[in-house]
């Protein structure tokens, strides 16, 4: 049987513990994209504090699908507990959930 995912890149998986449900995960690249994209005329003061997210969170996890949605929302993901950026506050500030979860694989990449 085949398996289909609309991951990006995938990295690893693991199973969230409270309701079970598999996520795959994959390398935050968009501050490299923003980095390349910026390379001929620096960066603007917005986007340094862009780059400074990326650095705190260095994953995406893959949730929903890419049609409707974002597809992915940004995270830190550990051996027993991922946060996972899931809204923004009306000061713009992260609003993080806390997931255990378990079985997280890496794949042999």
Same mark, same amino acid.
């Given at each position: 049987?085949? !398996?289909?995912?609309?991951?990006?890149?995938?990295?690893?998986?693991?199973?969230?513990?409270?309701?079970?449900?598999?996520?795959? !995960?994959?390398?935050?690249?968009?501050?490299?994209?923003?980095?390349?994209?910026?390379?001929?005329?620096?960066?603007?003061?917005?986007?340094?504090?862009?780059?400074?997210?990326?650095?705190?969170?260095?994953?995406?996890?893959?949730?929903?699908?890419?049609?409707?949605?974002?597809? !992915?929302?940004?995270?830190?993901?550990?051996?027993?507990?991922? !946060?996972?950026?899931?809204?923004?506050?009306?000061?713009?500030?992260?609003?993080?959930?806390?997931?255990?979860?378990?079985?997280?694989?890496?794949?042999?990449?």
């Amino acid at each position: 049987m085949s !398996y289909y995912t609309h991951t990006v890149n995938p990295i690893g998986n693991f199973i969230e513990k409270e309701y079970g449900h598999n996520f795959e !995960y994959s390398l935050n690249d968009d501050a490299a994209n923003t980095l390349e994209s910026n390379l001929d005329g620096g960066f603007k003061v917005g986007e340094l504090v862009t780059f400074a997210a990326f650095n705190k969170y260095p994953h995406k996890v893959w949730i929903g699908n890419t049609i409707n949605d974002q597809g !992915y929302r940004y995270a830190k993901v550990m051996k027993t507990v991922a !946060y996972v950026v899931v809204d923004e506050d009306e000061y713009g500030q992260d609003v993080v959930e806390k997931w255990s979860i378990k079985n997280n694989k890496e794949y042999m990449v």
